[in-house]
């Protein structure tokens, strides 16, 4: 509503005008005002096309009740507002409600039965509790089986699941979907989690018929034979030619006001007071037909099993004389599908409070429910299936191997990621060698081991790694930058050779003859 008013005033063409020989500046006539917000609805994605000119100046009549506008001379609230030339204005302040404030991100809504968790009634103080470690030697333990060693093992059951259990598992992964399909981060603002019965949800889905119509445990809830009745000739009208056709004019009327007579006196709405900030909210998703099919189908699981029983019905009939073309006209000015939703919207989506263009929302979702109902009223599958096995996988056995007595919550990966031949193989060839080079480096590095004991230990490394030795030592001359030579002592003067005598030059004989 807050964006409806603030476009209406953002955007209305203001202008002056003259009213008895006076003149008023920024204001508009009743009939402008009508033009313009009548264009506005049919383009929104809140309303449609569907909305007549009439709902639009029923609209501004509220608006001027609840001083949205105002009369030119600042008249409000009591005044009925006319499709005519009259001036209105504007007032200086905006009547916008607040914003609702989101309440704080709540990750579950309702937490689910742990098998930690004791019965109800029973103490937790005597429990001991110890802290367990996990290291690798009891992972070994636990995880064995991989390298083919199978270490006894027994089976422990289960904790039997209660039937409050496995209702509160419905109610809970139920509301978990409804949240994130609306895009929540609470559902709090749009419905009472604890006005929820899971005994609805589960009675819906399974105590359905072969044509998925909701089959009720308490008889005195169904509709009244003769409604029963009157909406079954009106689905299934024979032809023209079919000798059964009712022979005095007007029958099909009487008979289609003896329903909506029946409907439109419900107490409350099929679809509850309660569930009507929930639909509304659907209402938003319309552009994305597939995400309000499903929401559509989790809000309306919620519903009292008599509701859902009714509404299916109702909608059966509505589809199949909107789709009957020898259906004769059951009402003048109206085409069938016009008078569908008009007759029967109010009965099916209403607020306690009047709230305005409730009859708009109305009307939208009452023809987005006739178009697809076949979708809608069905249980969806996956919803279905995925609380289905979470209830089978908690009622399973467990398997428990030795030195492992306590439950441990292990840091299992998530997911694992394919990788190509080429990197496999050169994982294969070199992920091993990485931590033998760094033991390698290891040996190198250590500042305790003597020159020999160092030269001992990589010749053993060599012999035993020499495509790793070979990588980290290529050449000889960097494995000699390791073990630098030490400088040889000059040799000591002979101290017989100073002992002879000092012999001076002799020329020797000549060898020329």
């Known amino acids: 509503w807050n964006e409806t008013v603030e476009l209406f005033r953002a955007k209305m063409p203001l202008r002056k005008h003259r009213c008895r020989f006076k003149s008023y500046e920024h204001c508009f006539t009743a009939a402008e005002a009508v033009d313009w917000l009548h264009e506005l609805l049919r383009c929104s994605q809140n309303f449609g096309p569907e909305v007549t000119r009439k709902q639009t100046v029923q609209l501004l009549k509220k608006f001027l009740k609840n001083h949205v506008i105002e009369d030119i001379k600042g008249k409000w609230g009591q005044e009925d507002f006319e499709d005519n030339r009259h001036l209105y204005r504007f007032p200086p302040s905006s009547p916008l409600k607040p914003y609702p404030k989101k309440p704080p991100y709540q990750k579950d809504v309702i937490k689910f039965p742990e098998w930690n968790d004791p019965p109800p009634g029973t103490s937790q103080e005597n429990i001991p509790v110890r802290p367990v470690v996990m290291n690798s030697e009891m992972w070994y333990k636990r995880h064995s089986i991989a390298i083919g060693e199978v270490p006894a093992c027994r089976l422990v059951h289960r904790r039997q699941l209660t039937e409050a259990n496995v209702e509160e598992i419905w109610k809970s992964m139920t509301l978990s979907y409804l949240q994130k399909i609306l895009g929540l981060d609470s559902l709090e603002e749009v419905l009472d989690i604890k006005l929820v019965n899971s005994k609805f949800i589960i009675h819906n889905v399974y105590s359905v018929s072969k044509q998925g119509v909701v089959i009720l445990d308490d008889k005195s809830k169904e509709l009244p034979h003769w409604v029963l009745s009157a909406m079954k000739c009106l689905a299934n009208w024979p032809n023209c030619s079919d000798l059964k056709q009712p022979m005095y004019l007007g029958f099909e009327k009487d008979v289609f006001k003896t329903i909506a007579d029946y409907y439109g006196h419900l107490k409350e709405p099929l679809l509850t007071f309660h569930l009507f900030d929930a639909f509304v909210s659907v209402l938003g998703l319309l552009q994305k037909e597939k995400v309000a099919v499903e929401a559509f189908q989790i809000c309306c699981l919620l519903l009292p099993p008599e509701n859902r029983r009714k509404l299916q019905l109702l909608m059966r009939m509505m589809a199949r004389i909107c789709l009957n073309k020898e259906m004769p006209p059951l009402c003048d000015g109206f085409g069938t599908r016009t008078l569908m939703v008009q007759t029967f919207s109010r009965c099916i989506l209403c607020s306690k409070d009047e709230v305005d263009l409730d009859e708009l929302l109305a009307a939208r979702l009452v ?47 998530s997911f694992c990621r394919q990788i190509s031949p080429e990197e496999f193989e050169y994982q294969r060839s070199y992920g091993s060698q990485e931590p033998l080079a760094a033991l390698l480096e290891e040996v190198i590095t250590d500042a305790k081991l003597s020159s020999k004991e160092k030269k001992k230990k990589l010749k053993q490394f060599q012999k035993s790694y020499p495509e790793v030795y070979q990588e980290r030592f290529p050449t000889p001359e960097s494995e000699a930058l390791l073990f630098p030579e030490k400088p040889k002592p000059k040799p000591q003067l002979l101290m017989w050779a100073l002992k002879k005598p000092f012999q001076p030059f002799q020329r020797t004989r000549s060898f020329r003859m």
């Open 367 to 413: 023809t987005f429910l006739m178009d697809n109902y076949q979708e809608i009223l069905k249980v969806p599958l996956d919803l279905q299936t995925s609380i289905e096995e979470r209830v089978a996988h908690l009622r399973r056995v467990q398997i428990k191997y030795p030195g492992a007595d306590m439950d441990i919550t292990l840091s299992a990966p």
